[in-house]
């Protein structure tokens, strides 16, 4: 029923990943591009360039697709944001597009740069806008990829997506200006959007996605404690949810089941084992629907 | 007690890591062929063609094994099928025993064959009784490997196992007849089978090894209710078995576990949710022994 | 807070593995030998050679570092044993410290070596006391690695760990005594050790590690089972711990969910089943804290 | 003295290769884009897009550089073109500018594509150009990648480079139409080209870039003759060329050495022999200057 | 012209790789099994296994084919040997196939082998005529591979193939005996080398294979030495073939070149350095053709 | 009759490699530590540690031997220096043993070095009497490996090899001192070298190594020039040496051949074309015996 088009490139590895562990796996077949998913919500698959997918979804040739905010933007297309799906094969999965010049200009702030500068990107589109907006008349030049390496000898600015300007910085360019944020989004063609069984159908798929993303980096742990010392452990846990809570048979006794981010279990584990719960066990997650 | 022998080539990687999962992992010894189980109920294993070993087990030089029924078969063994196994590396485990001939042939079906017709094939014996029985006299020749590959230019007909058929298609094959089906058994040797203490150590080897092959492709979905969307989420789950529903503490809901087909999860987290099902949690199984 | 030296080597692989899983995870910098762990108790951490790692501790270099008791023996450190820590690649995690000869030597025991004997070996100080206790005047030289194939042409006899014995084996060599048994050792400062607040950082640590290392080789089993079959299938489960026993909801059958070693689940599985449980589930666990 | 731009990505490795045999290897800094040629001539090196070269030689950013003359065309760019440079990874390195449409499709020729098609292409510009000599008003769009999987679904009509055609056919595609041939290509700036001694660094590098491709493909075949056969023993030889003829000591051979192609050496050697060659000798070439 | 056979397994790299270098490249085509040489006087080539290929050619499938003498022999066929190719991976190409038993076991010749014996074997045929002529009567069971393992659980005694021995030793075998020796052989029909055409072809062929193999291990040497030293220098090498000598221009020296075996180098060179060569150079040789 | 010891570790592989090239290949046996060349003048190889070696030679354990003169100094070794061997898997084979301390020290010569600093390094004899000489009293501990990293935490000074000294700024560390140049060198036992036999084979041993060093780097490059451009092709080509010139049979050409820098062939090709010389060919050379 829906046709859907996923990115070709630096996101496809974790694309895939994520589809396959949202149950939703993507199996090539024989035929070198051709793709599936064999799923009766979902008629056609395709794996296209993400700077291409937001206008093919804004015209119609795909119902739902995922693409960066970076490459909607640049490509101005009218869609449907249906999601926010922050994954990436390490760190946040947030980039930041940013303005930078070389670490010894003088430039200090974006609005410090020069008239009739060469500016080279890959979305000169969002950079001619905002220079306009700035109104600071510089050459924008579409690049090829590479970008940092051109400055300075062939170009005096670059604007590029990065996650923690380490790049930039091995290059000896310094950020002078952050013209937007952007992570990966789950978007939807407007008029397949308006259609109520097209919309069910792309919240199931939502739900199942995010349901992966929201298990990534928590983890169950469950333990057993003496009713009496029930709300000390409890106060041990994050406050945002209540803890799941099971008596146990013939006995004081309650079983305690709780999901908590990883990177708390450090800190949490020693304090709940103080506060008296025994039997502590931790268990790995793949999904989790709230 | 028991000795048994492990299938080498295709099936072996699979073979050793169920045997791993099942808790009954296979050693390699310092000295290279020398390979063990530590479990008190198996005294011997060694790892050897699955041609061979059909016949191992029935002259009592093992008393259990594994091997494909292809191989039983060819072999004329007089063995006791413990249980089926399909497992494999992908797909469904189940191998199509068929007579192909070339594309572009006039055959049809196989008592189309002319007779005197050259048949390759690794499975000489039940390929001579399969032709015997269709009364077309064939001559039949062992092929040590690649045995598609023959046809046209060496042999007219082809008697080979495939699952899918592609690798036949791929030289231009096509297939006019099914001579059997295959899977991978566990077989016993008869005395031993007749022992009522070596009856019983098989018994609970079977019970562990197809407890991993039953975890496969499930998972154990857990979720919480309340006492009033009890029966709408239960009719959600499958029919089968009746999920562990278990009381929770001070509160009106009730949490239900059960174990689900992974390839259903993309339908079944949707709707489960749309029943009211909350905190719905998806974790990984690795045995089931109902 | 605290400082913490990890063993370089052989060892380091699965001490940094040990840590991640424990969420205490060892990060390295951009700078080749710089590490560091994210946790607000530890405010230093170094990867350095096991055998000088005691003595960077009795000296107070670090709080808290990680060696085997061979290194610590060997370099004769006065430092307090929090935790043995018997983790390693494959086995057990236990060493041996044995004295070798050719295997067509005609010594049988350590006592027959010969005064004046050249011995090979990576502990030189635990070698020389040894052979003063025996009364042998011998000759110890350092060896820099490969020490087994010393001998016979360099050397007479090797002092040398072994897990299996199996490289001494192949190099024609046998083992005539046994000087210790080495594991893995987390280790400490005495002064820090004596001061309150790091003692409580220590602890914690432990705990989080020795979490890790408890759930190393075990599952958690669920199943169901009717209440009057219960105390038959809780014999079945090990003694030590009482499993949990949560009733279910509107029926006469109880949830137990119980932790075990893997290598006892071969012989409990099909025990349990014999005993009326059901629907006998097995999950990994990442950590256990009792 | 002399700048030079090299091609990053696909021609990127065959280059670097091409650079290192003719004596001008190509170092890579500790810093990730900076790269240097130890040679005295050459004062900078930078690895770029080829899309972007053909330009920043026009402007004077290089004096020399290696870009395809489908980009050279595409950028407009007005430069020298110093050599021709057919090598590749495989083939001749000789590739089609093509138009294709799908397999089905009625089009026999590119004059037969309706206007209002939508073309996709890495190559706006030649495409635009190329379409308005026809007089057929088509939509172009801008290619970021895999273009050939955009048809028929996306789009009508695709312009793209092929060695062999296979990647189109394997997408169902047809070749309709030839819009350039192209080979990569050695360019200058006309500036400095004009220059005489940059002129002769210039020949200097291209003798030995086409000294290594000239020995490519080639080998050294050295053979005894006696003095009444060399004429039939040169009449075998290609005939271009003399061979070079030494006079053997105190006898009446002659020693013949002379370069052959390696695809005719199957037929030459057993020519060679028939008419009197000895002692003949195959021998590897790295250059070859005329 | 010709139709050629070439072998699977473990000699089909090597085979391979003397093709390529004999300047007659086999190719791959798109379809897997499909295989061809360029060169007009090769029509038709297949790699096939090596055991079935003597008898392929014997019945005229092939012309011109390549196997093992073992394989030859085993097959009974009757084919004409063109030439005894001694190429292999590593070592001299020579395998002797052979009866070996267990170290421990009392046997010691062939001829102390126990009537009734069961002998595990690739060569059957082989074995069964040895034993014959022994006058011992075994039974011989055709092996699948990994023949040495089932000495002793399962068979009594291996007849196989071995290079060195090493394998056998590694599972405490002893040779007791040795059936023949084997080497790879290039074989032809009897009537395609009564046809006059196709043996010059056939005869073109092994010209360039034993070119190639006729290189392999040899280097050129070349040296400058004053006519008064060229006695002394000429005795030092190889008296098999006079060195070709040539004048030096304006001077007393001459120039001597000779092809020499690799592995006598390491005393030549000392050598003729002390007759008086000077500027010594070694080069490599890709053919010879005498 | 020459018993050799080549170093293990880091100059295992290249130590090896120049012996294969030597035409000396060193065969491992089946047994792991056991290898061997097959060469008349050599009865037993053994690999060893290099720090070892010096030591073993002196004492007569081998006849000759390969180490760094680090490794000979720091063992106090007398051995026979028979060549110096300055190969390398990069770069020019020659280490320099520096004194370093941390960038932000105050230390800016070795002078200045504090008396009771702590110095680390894996020479500590060399290291304690380059202190004695200073007149500076320092603590000297021996280091098992990663020196550099000791600093400046656990030690104040380090004493190591470098080549570059890349590996001590990236640790922040400058040298303030050089102890001593080392390179690979060749050396024997006092009493082998004086036995004439034994000489004699060391002598000739070294020939066909330094053979091989020889000729990296070098290529030979063979041309053609008629008689008066003689002297202006040779005036062209390195002074040091007369290049070796050949009549041609019936004309006024020569042939001239002679060895080159592989560094200096850039500058050189384009000269000896200017200079008149046709068909330059340049050919890799294996070994070079002046």
Redesign the interface.
Known sequence: MLSIALP??SLQEQTLLLFAE???PVKRS????TVAIA??RISKV????P??IPK?IEEG?FDLGISGLDCITEAGADVVEVADMPYAKTGTGVMQMVVAVPEDSGVKEATDIKPGSRVTTEFPNITRKYFEQLGIPVEVFY????T???VP??MDVVVDLTETGSTLR??HLKIVGTIMESTTRLIANRSSWEDPQKRKAM??IR??LL?VIE?RGR??LSM?VSKDRLEDVVSVLPAM?RP????????DY??ITT?VD??T??VI??K??EMGA?????????????
Chains 1, 2, 3, 4, 5, 6 share one sequence.
């Open positions: 070709k490139g949202a149950d939703l024989a035929r070198e591009y799923d009766e395709k794996i296209l360039r700077q291409e093919y040739y690049s090829y990829g590479a940092e390496a051109k000898d062939l091995r290059n919240g199931e739900t199942l349901g298990a983890v169950l057993n949810k799941t809570v099971s008596p146990l048979y013939n006995t309650l079983e999901v990883k990177n279990v450090n584990i020693p709940l084992k025994e039997d502590i066990l931790e268990l790995g997650i793949s999904k989790i629907v709230r």
